[in-house]
Each structure stands twice: as C-alpha cells, then as structure tokens.
C-alpha cells in the first residue's frame, strides 16, 4: 500500500440514481477527507473523520449526502438522488493526526461523477 | 470563512521563472500549503509554510507572510513538465483550497 486509492475511478449514472464511492486511506492514517472538485475549481472540504467519528460536515453537503467510517479505516460516500450539479471529482484524501510539522494531506486519484 | 485568491493562469517559457502569488483571510491559521495538480490527477503535495520566510526546495521555493496574509510559490528552471494548476492552500480549523493557478510552460 503505497497512498490512497478510491473505487470506482469513473461513475456514470442516471439522475435520480444512488451512487457510492470508496476510500481506503494510508494504512494507520487517523484523518480522512472528502472533497469535491468541477473544472476550474480547486477541491471544496465536504466532510472529515478522525478514526471512525465524522468531526464536521460542510454546508456544501446537503441531505443527499451521507458519509461513513465504520471501522476507522475504509470510508464511503453516498450520493442518493444524484443531480446533474453532483457531477464533479470526488476526492478522498487522508493524513496522519500528527506528521512533524506538517498536516500534509495525501490525495487519491478521485472518483469521477458524471449525472447523466 | 476562507477568501483566497491567486491568478487564473500564467504562462512562460521553458527554463524561466515563474512566481504564483496568493493572498487569504482564513478563520485561524495553521499554515500554508502549495499543492501541484495536472489535469486529470489528483494533487500532490508541494510545501507547506508556518512560520514567515522563505523555504526552498530545489526549484521550487515558498514564501510566506502571515502578517500580509499572503504567499508565494517560486519556480525556477521551469520544465515542460511543470505545465499544471498550482494551488495555494491555507491551513485554518480546516483546509481550504484556491481555485488554482494554471502554468502553461512554452517551448
């Protein structure tokens, strides 16, 4: 395991459809991150977790949204209901809670929604 | 809440130098990080500055002002390769990211 990887890497779905995506972190990274990204743009914070606790949860992240870190390792990020404006780059990104003087995050290759 | 504005794109020619400049008003700050991403990549970490001044890494270098709210990413002997989006990224109670500096490196 050498960084970050996220399932599936390319999504496409039908609005009004469920989508799920998977994040498996660094192995013993504490921290996990979801970002969203549309061209242009750089990544917008939706949602973290230390270990398994879901700390905060962007304004961004509507009801539709729901995240999970069941066992503090692996996470998930549910989109129910997609919409067209949900298409965008997910990305997963983890660290650990200390790193020297560092908060690096380590970034995934991101899943790429498009609402069809 | 988080304001941080950088230039939309730069250009230059290969072997020059290019300075990405980023100003922001966070709520708290840890520190600042600069963040590389080619199109279609996720972004890989450049620098990341806490205290004021200057940290050079090879031919990339950050500067930072936390008094001016303000930073810098320097890079020298640009390569084709450097042709990416530059992101600067304050540290606050949180992480929050600029729409990104896009670099095109000319032959």
């Known amino acids: 395991d050498t960084g970050v990887s996220q399932d599936p890497r390319h999504k496409i779905t039908k609005r009004g459809q469920n989508v799920t995506f998977r994040c498996d972190p660094i192995s013993e990274h504490n921290r996990l991150y979801w970002y969203r990204q549309t061209l242009g743009q750089g990544p917008e914070f939706l949602t973290y977790f230390q270990n398994e606790a879901q700390l905060e949860k962007s304004r961004l992240l509507s009801d539709r949204f729901s995240a999970e870190r069941p066992k503090g390792s692996f996470s998930t990020l549910e989109i129910q209901r997609t919409e067209q404006g949900d298409s965008a780059m997910y990305l997963c990104?983890?660290?650990?809670?200390?790193?020297?003087?560092?908060?690096?995050?380590?970034f995934g290759p991101g899943t790429r929604l498009t609402v069809l | 809440g988080q304001n941080i504005d950088q230039p939309t794109e730069m250009t230059a020619t290969e072997g020059a130098i290019v300075q990405i400049n980023c100003t922001y008003q966070?709520?708290?700050?840890?520190?600042l990080f600069w963040y590389q991403q080619h199109a279609g990549e996720a972004p890989t970490f450049l620098s990341y500055n806490v205290l004021d001044g200057l940290e050079e890494k090879g031919r990339f270098s950050s500067f930072l002002s936390r008094s001016k709210g303000y930073s810098y990413l320097l890079l020298k002997e640009l390569q084709m390769k450097d042709s990416a989006s530059y992101l600067c990224a304050p540290h606050g109670y949180k992480l929050s990211f600029g729409a990104g500096t896009t670099v095109t490196v000319r032959a």
């Open positions: 990104a983890s660290s650990p809670t200390t790193s020297g003087t560092s908060n690096e995050q380590f």
């Open positions: 966070t709520s708290g700050f840890n520190g």
